[in-house]
């Protein structure tokens, strides 16, 4: 289980890599759409398969990778959610260590729901999203009083639509600094 | 089991109302069967009518729900000078199929038209098996000038005789608002309770967009059908939670700004507003207290949503939850006692209910469904709607506090914003997706009809209690 779950990881920042540059999150979420399917397909192929992505994980500590993460924005979340996904923590990742070398450089935390369920919870929920976001970049080195969290619940949709894949795209943190633009 | 109970429900419901149509109350087990009653046109723009046509949405006859009383409504006689868009009948037909406790005959079966009483012949009604029969008409009144006398006469077919009578004068203005009063008496003589025809809603409308582009949010009243809205409120900001006070002269909302939101009181007939002197942060979810003097409301500083109370003449605060997880959404029981919220601190969001006092202590209500919330109480306190998750979605549910039991009585899955009518005979909320849309429902879930919305996508919906 331990080793499937890290696969699915180590799948979610391959295919980050491979996708390079994507800055807007409809690529970032094809990407995540594609991890479990990835997966599936390599659980006949065994473990050869898994030491090639070791050697690509490896591969991801370079400097080049955590330019690749920057361009990502925004984080995702599971339905009625708050958890961290281990995507979401990669991306953070990224993000705390380019403001722990940029001190004077402000923090923003955006924290959006989908349009499921009522408003009054939705702004709640974006609230605890963006906190989640906080902590983690906190415990990763960047001061509070460097961060600043807004929730607009589900007033501000990244995109229309009432769909699952648009469902997806809504449920995030919006990441915003001065070193992305 | 539930089928059963439901019947007996049902029928004793109904065994302790007026005697009146009882004779021909029978109990129908129909499965899938679809039924619509044509519904006004709304003098509200060509875009809107179209949509209009679907006002009137199904009827979701679950398995062994019994039907409403017959009852044919007699398309009213005479003229009036004004052009009015809509006749009396239509507006007394919906009204009452829309409680789910009528079944209005559609026209073309009717035997005759009368409009007084020599001409009503009880045989021919009662081989359409309308129990009940409702004839008017509209006369110029001699007396006034621009004034009309609307007289109505509701029968019984089956017992043979007049149930009531009455005659207003009125100028063509208030057309609706007696058509509504007719409803109610019909309404008032098969159920014995009060219905809530000629009551007003309130609603929240955004122009729909992405990010960058400036929306604009607004709050509008209208009379529950949709029809006379005017406009409270416009603002680029958006509008949460509005609701009426207990007395209707005012309303509490959230405007939610960046980083924080406040909550105001607004004077219905001036528009003048206040915010209300809670902390910085969010402060959200507003519920007026049954006496209109408190607000229970919930409120976020730095990461955590609770429930307060704010005395509106005291401006003084009392916290009632303290707990690392979300706590919002109160509602007021009808006696003031309790308060219900949700709260996620059993991982999904579910509802809760306390005493309205500080640190009080919180008691699970169980409610079906793998997450429950934007629960508020029935005008007796016996029941709780709520947006319940049973698996397919967001959808209406009513939770019986002595049954302990949860019917879902929507049938879509994106709702949100349920309430009661002030009388209890009907559910309104919203159904969110591409095309918002108000959507009322009869308790029992029988029959779903569509209120017209100005413009715009509309958010949220509360009914006056009033």
């Not at chain 1, 499921?116 to 989640?132: F, K, V, W």
């Amino acid at each position: 289980m331990y080793a499937l779950v890290r696969f699915i990881a180590v799948i979610f920042v391959s295919l980050a890599f491979l996708s390079a540059c994507a800055k807007d999150p409809d690529s970032s979420m094809t990407a995540v759409d594609d991890a479990p399917e990835s997966s599936e397909a390599s659980d006949t192929s065994g473990s050869q398969d898994e030491s090639n992505l070791i050697e690509m994980e490896l591969a991801n500590q370079s400097g080049e990778e955590v330019e690749n993460l920057l361009a990502h924005t925004a984080v995702y979340f599971g339905f009625d959610e708050a958890t961290v996904t281990e995507r979401a923590r990669q991306i953070v990742k990224a993000h705390a260590e380019a403001l722990v070398a940029n001190p004077t450089v402000m923090l923003n935390l955006a924290g959006h729901a989908d349009e499921r369920g009522t408003h009054e919870y939705n702004l709640a929920l974006g609230e605890q999203r963006a906190n989640a976001i906080s902590a983690l970049f906190q415990e990763l080195g960047v001061e509070a009083s460097r961060i600043t969290t807004v929730s607009f619940g589900e007033e501000l949709p990244a995109v229309e639509g009432s769909d699952e894949e648009s469902w997806a795209l809504n449920r995030r943190v919006e990441i915003a600094h001065d070193l992305v633009q | 089991m539930r089928k059963t109970l439901f019947c007996l429900l049902t029928l004793l419901g109904l065994s302790l109302n007026s005697n009146v149509a009882l004779s021909a109350i029978t109990i129908e087990i129909e499965e899938g069967v679809e039924r619509g009653v044509p519904i006004a046109n709304v003098p509200i723009g060509d875009e809107d009518k179209e949509d209009l046509q679907f006002s009137v949405i199904t009827i979701e006859i679950e398995e062994g729900v019994e039907r409403g009383v017959p009852i044919a409504i007699v398309p009213f006689g005479g003229e009036v000078k004004e052009d009015l868009q809509f006749s009396l009948e239509e507006v007394i037909r919906n009204d009452l199929y829309r409680t789910g406790k009528f079944d209005p005959i559609p026209i073309d079966q009717y035997p005759s038209h009368p409009t007084s009483s020599d001409s009503v012949v009880f045989s021919d009604w009662q081989l359409i098996e309308a129990d009940l029969v409702l004839i008017g008409r509209v006369e110029p009144d001699e007396a006034k000038p621009d004034h009309y006398r609307i007289i109505t006469r509701l029968y019984d077919s089956f017992e043979q005789k007049q149930v009531f009578g009455v005659q207003f004068i009125i100028s063509a203005d208030k057309f609706r608002q007696i058509a509504h009063r007719i409803a109610n008496s019909v309404f008032e003589k098969v159920t014995d309770q009060e219905s809530s025809f000629d009551t007003k809603i309130l609603y929240t409308t955004s122009n729909s967009n992405s990010n960058g582009g400036s929306a604009e949010h607004a709050l509008y009243i209208a009379d529950y059908d949709g029809y006379n809205p005017q406009t409270i409120l416009r603002t680029e900001r958006p509008i949460l939670s509005p609701v009426w006070s207990p007395d209707g002269t005012k309303i509490a909302y959230a405007e939610l700004f960046v980083g924080y939101s406040l909550i105001y009181i607004q004077e219905v007939a001036t528009g003048e507003r206040t915010s209300i002197a809670a902390p910085n942060g969010y402060n959200s979810a507003p519920s007026w207290s049954p006496d209109g003097e408190r607000l229970a409301f919930s409120h976020s500083n730095e990461g955590n949503f609770e429930i307060y109370i704010y005395s509106i003449d005291e401006q003084r605060l009392t916290q009632v939850t303290d707990h690392h997880q979300i706590d919002t959404e109160p509602s007021w029981r009808p006696d003031g006692k309790r308060l219900v919220f949700t709260s996620n601190r059993g991982i999904t969001p579910q509802i809760y209910e306390a005493p309205p006092r500080r640190k009080a202590r919180a008691k699970r209500v169980d409610i079906d469904g793998r997450s429950n919330s934007g629960a508020s109480y029935s005008p007796t306190g016996e029941q709780l709607v709520v947006i319940t998750d049973q698996g397919i979605g967001k959808q209406v549910g009513i939770y019986d506090f002595s049954a302990e039991t949860t019917r879902v009585i929507s049938s879509t899955t994106l709702d949100d914003s349920a309430k009661f009518s002030p009388h209890g005979d009907m559910v309104i909320h919203v159904v969110e997706g591409s095309k918002r849309y108000i959507k009322i429902l009869s308790p029992d879930g029988r029959v779903a009809t569509r209120v017209p919305v100005v413009e715009g996508q509309v958010k949220q919906v509360d009914w006056a209690s009033f």
